[in-house]
C-alpha cells in the first residue's frame, strides 16, 4: 500500500517548489539574454545603416541599396522585438521565481522546525496547508507556459525520469541537517 508520512509529503512539495523556482529563474535569464542580443543587433544594425547612408552621399547606388536593406533589417529585427515584448516577460519570470524562493526559504524552516521537534503536529498540517495555498496563488499569477517554459519543464522532468523526486535527489536540495537518506538506514 502507498503510504506517505506528513514530512514526506512536506518533503516533496519543497522539490517541487525548487524545481519551479529554478525554472523560472533560468527561462528570466534566457529571455533577458535574448532581449540583450535583439537590442546590441539593432543598434548595430543601425549604426551600418547610419554609416552606409553618410557614405551614399558621396559615393554610388550599392552604398544606398545597402543603407536601405539596412535599415530594412534593423526595422524588422525592432519590429520583431516589440511582438516578442522579451522585457515584461522577464520581469514577469524574475518576480515568479523571488516568490517561489521565498516559499522554498519557508519549507526549509517548516522542516527544520519540525526536525528540532518545535511544532506539533496539528500546527505541521497547519503550516504546509498555508503553504500550499500560497504556492497555489502564485502558480495562479505565474507567467503563462510558453515553449520556453515547456522546454525547461521538459528537461527537468527528464532529468528524473519522473515527476516525483527520490530521496537522494530531495536531500540535496536541503542542508545536511534535514537530510533524510542517511537517517533511513539507522
Known amino acids: 500500500m502507498f503510504q506517505l508520512s506528513l514530512v514526506d509529503h512536506i518533503r516533496l512539495s519543497f522539490a517541487h517548489v525548487v524545481c519551479s523556482q529554478a525554472a523560472h529563474a533560468r527561462l528570466a535569464e534566457q529571455l533577458s539574454v535574448r532581449a540583450w542580443w535583439t537590442k546590441l543587433v539593432t543598434v548595430a544594425l543601425l549604426g551600418l ?13 550599392g552604398v544606398q541599396i545597402a543603407g536601405a536593406v539596412l535599415a ?3 526595422f524588422v529585427l525592432y519590429g520583431i522585438s516589440l511582438t516578442l515584448d522579451f522585457e515584461p516577460r522577464v520581469y514577469a519570470h524574475r518576480s515568479c521565481a523571488a516568490r517561489l524562493w521565498l516559499l522554498c526559504e519557508k519549507y526549509r524552516a517548516l ?3 519540525v526536525h528540532d521537534g518545535l511544532i506539533d503536529h496539528a500546527a505541521v ?8 495555498r500560497e504556492v497555489q496563488a502564485v502558480y495562479e499569477h505565474a507567467p503563462p507556459a ?6 525547461v519543464a521538459r528537461k527537468a522532468l527528464s532529468a528524473t525520469e519522473e515527476a516525483s523526486f527520490s530521496e537522494d535527489e530531495i536531500d540535496q536540495m536541503l542542508p545536511a541537517s534535514l537530510r533524510q537518506a542517511g537517517k533511513a538506514a539507522t
Do not use: H, K, S, V
Open 72 to 74: 530594412a533589417c534593423a
Open 146 to 151: 510558453d515553449r520556453d517554459a515547456y522546454q
Open 111 to 113: 522542516l527544520a522546525e
Open 125 to 132: 498540517t497547519e503550516r504546509r496547508d498555508a503553504l500550499m
Open 49 to 61: 545603416a547610419t554609416a552606409a547612408c553618410l557614405l551614399a552621399l558621396e559615393t554610388g547606388r
